[in-house]
Each structure stands twice: as C-alpha cells, then as structure tokens.
C-alpha cells in the first residue's frame, strides 16, 4: 500500500457522534459451581479477591445445593438462620469506581444481578444480598425485606422499598443499578427484565445514602418451620469507559462518500461502505487514555480479511468532523499525522492496533485517530483503499 498520507487538515471543531451500543465489563461472577455440600472456603468464579467465608462451624452458614437456578452448576442456598456467608471481590483492578478499593467512587455506575428464591415450602421473613464494608457492617440490603416476601432494598435502619406484585416464591432475576454520585446514591431495581442491563423504566428507583463497599454477605432469617434462600449467578458489572468517541462516519449524514457508497448501517457507527462490506470499516477504542499509563487499544472491525491497514494519529478532526473523500471513503485525522503501525486484518477483517496512541502526548492534548485499509477486493469506487471512521480522544494525566 502506499505510506503517504495525503492532505492537509483543515478545521478542529469536531460533530461528535455517539453511537452504538454500551459494553458492559464484568467485575465479579459467581455461578456457585461447586459439588452439594459446604460453601465455606470455595474459590470459584471470577473477579474474586478471596474465597467464601461461611461461618466455618457446625452447621455451615451457606451450602451449595444442586441443580441451582441459572443453568450452570448449583446455587447457594443459606442454611444457618441470620448469619451471612461472605466473599470479596477484588476492587483493585477497578481504579475508575473504586476509592481506596472500596467500590463507589462519584461517578460509578456499579450494576448487581443475581437470581434468588425462598426455599421451597420456607417461611423465612427475609433473605438477601447485602453489601458491606468490611469489617465495618453492612451498607445496603438487596432483597426481600422483612415481612414484606416481595423483591425490594433497605437501608440499615433506614429506607426501604419493594416492588409491588414481586413475589419471594418464584426465582427472581433482581437487577440493581447503583449510580454513586456525590453526597446519596441512586439505586433502581427491575424484577425480571428483558435483558441484563435494562434502558427500560426500572420497577423500583430511590435515593440511598452516601455509601462505600467492598464486600458481599448472603444472608436470610426468622423462619418458623423451614429456613432458606436460594442465591445463583451472582454478578458485579459496570459501563465499559471509553476513551474517547467516534466521529466522522460514512453514513451519508455528514461527507456523502466519494461514490455513492454510504454505508448501511450493518457494521455499527462506521466509515464508507467497502469492497467486502456495505457496512464500511468500525474503528472503536478501549482502555485508559492516561499519558502516563496509557492503555488505549484501537479494533478495526469490517474491512478486508488479511489485508494490511495504518492505525494513524493526527491533531485535526478534518472539514469540522465531518471528513473529505479520500480512495473509496473519508479522511477523518490530518495534520501532523504519526503513523502507529501497520496492522493486517485477520481473517474475519478485524485490526488490532499494537502501537502506543499516547507515545510522546502531554495531558490535555486532544488527538484524532483513524484506521486507513486496503481493499482491493470490490473496491466501490476504484481505488483500492477506505479508512474507518475516525475516534478522538482528549489525553489525560
Ligand atoms: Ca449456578
Ligand atoms: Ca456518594
């Protein structure tokens, strides 16, 4: 492929553009795939800082029972009335929502889903997930609160809701988002959604109180003749951050590409359609945007299988964001460009970028990136080459 670079950029007031949809990572997971027996010092699952604590006398707080209520292994069932089993995640590979390794720094989105029952035939007065600080005591009740047998929270000694028609007695997929924010939190449940991490009306929101955690305790009580609560598929998520946004895309609602080819829309927020493509080339980013820890991947998805591509850096965000046609598609970055490696496409058209986005950069400065590929495979208007969209990202200390 050819390794100029051509044009000028011109303009640095970007149209910034979201698109596509939120990616989620996991921070914890546990499935409580043990054999039938105690749940005391188990250390499955992923994201875990320890094992299960169970109160390791006789009889255990917490016991794993088989089948459980996901698909996968078995559930814990707590067997040892008003007394928690408790296991931490670990909170130190999550700098962006954590403070001193406590889970809810301002502005932490933390979601918590797990599926949970009341024994069959049990008559426990209230049974669930509770986060605590350590040590310290528990900060927030997820589950059924006492005497209500539906799904719901508390706050220890404070506030309480439920949602109305829940019912203890059927497996319940509770799904809690945690918006941690200066001074009191807000928390929303739904009860059975759709989908994992829901956009729809929650079944239940309210304002907690100013809260930290670090660790999980499962815990149920106050029964009269059969004690119980089943727990599965317990899980810790948050928003994936990325380090910046795409702009620049070949859609035809800003540059119309050079021939016709806007994309279809089938490859996400994307540049003009390719070759082997009519959704065009996708470049997203993850990772930190730190100059001094600088972690930021750029992924290529959408272009020729096994052709060769330049992951570039310029300073502008060409024609105001919008780009100029340029070979089968749109010149996003100019100006001053630095090439960051070229990368083959593997065999399903994905580029990775290998080279550092934020070499030689001081905080603050602002860069726009762009993936330019070769695609000589049906290339729409002849010249054998496309790029992405392109990404900005503002760099950090
Ligand atoms: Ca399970
Ligand atoms: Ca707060």
Redesign the pocket.
């Known amino acids: 492929m050819t390794t100029r670079l051509l044009g000028a950029a011109l303009g640095t007031t970007l149209l910034a553009s979201f698109a596509g949809a939120q990616v989620y990572d996991t921070v914890c997971f546990e499935s409580f795939d043990y054999p039938a027996g105690s749940l005391q010092g188990q250390g499955g699952g992923t994201g875990w800082a320890n094992t299960w604590w169970s109160n390791g006398g006789t009889p255990q707080s917490a016991d794993v029972l088989v089948p459980g209520l996901d698909a996968i292994g078995g559930c814990a069932r707590d067997v040892l009335e008003n007394v928690g089993s408790y296991r931490v995640p670990d909170s130190g590979a999550w700098p962006a929502i954590t403070e001193n390794l406590q889970f809810?720094a301002?502005g932490a989105e933390i979601w918590i889903d797990f599926l949970a029952v009341r024994a069959p035939l049990g008559d426990d007065e209230y049974g669930g997930v509770s986060l605590n600080l350590q040590f310290v005591g528990e900060k927030l009740f997820l589950g059924s609160p006492f005497q209500t047998y539906e799904w719901g929270y508390q706050v220890p000694g404070g506030a309480s809701g439920t949602v109305a028609g829940s019912s203890v007695d059927v497996p319940t997929h509770l799904v809690y988002r945690i918006q941690?924010?200066?001074?009191?939190?807000q928390l929303s449940l739904w009860v059975n959604p759709a989908s994992d991490h829901p956009t729809t009306t929650p079944d239940l929101t309210a304002p907690v109180p100013?809260?930290r955690w670090n660790e999980f305790r499962l815990q149920s009580g106050v029964f009269t003749s059969v004690h119980g609560y089943d727990f599965d598929a317990l899980r810790v998520t948050t928003p994936r951050l990325e380090p910046g946004f795409a702009f620049c895309f070949g859609d035809g609602a800003g540059t119309a590409c050079p021939c016709g080819n806007n994309n279809d829309g089938s490859n996400g927020a994307a540049g003009c359609a390719n070759g082997v493509n009519p959704g065009g080339g996708a470049m997203t980013a993850a990772g930190d945007a730190s100059v001094s820890a600088d972690t930021v991947v750029f992924t290529a998805t959408g272009v020729q299988p096994n052709q060769p591509g330049l992951f570039f850096r310029a300073d502008n965000a060409v024609n105001s964001g919008l780009g100029n046609a340029f070979g089968d598609g749109l010149r996003c970055a100019g100006g001053n460009v630095i090439r960051l490696g070229t990368v083959f496409a593997d065999g399903s058209g994905t580029a990775v970028s290998t080279s550092s986005a934020g070499a030689g950069l001081s905080a603050g400065d602002v860069k726009r990136y762009q993936y330019w590929y070769r695609n000589p495979a049906g290339t729409p208007c002849g010249a054998a080459f496309n790029l992405t969209n392109g990404y900005e990202i503002t760099w950090g200390m």
């Not at 941690?180 to 939190?185: A, H, K, L």
């Open positions: 809810g301002d941690f924010q200066p001074g009191d939190e100013d809260m």
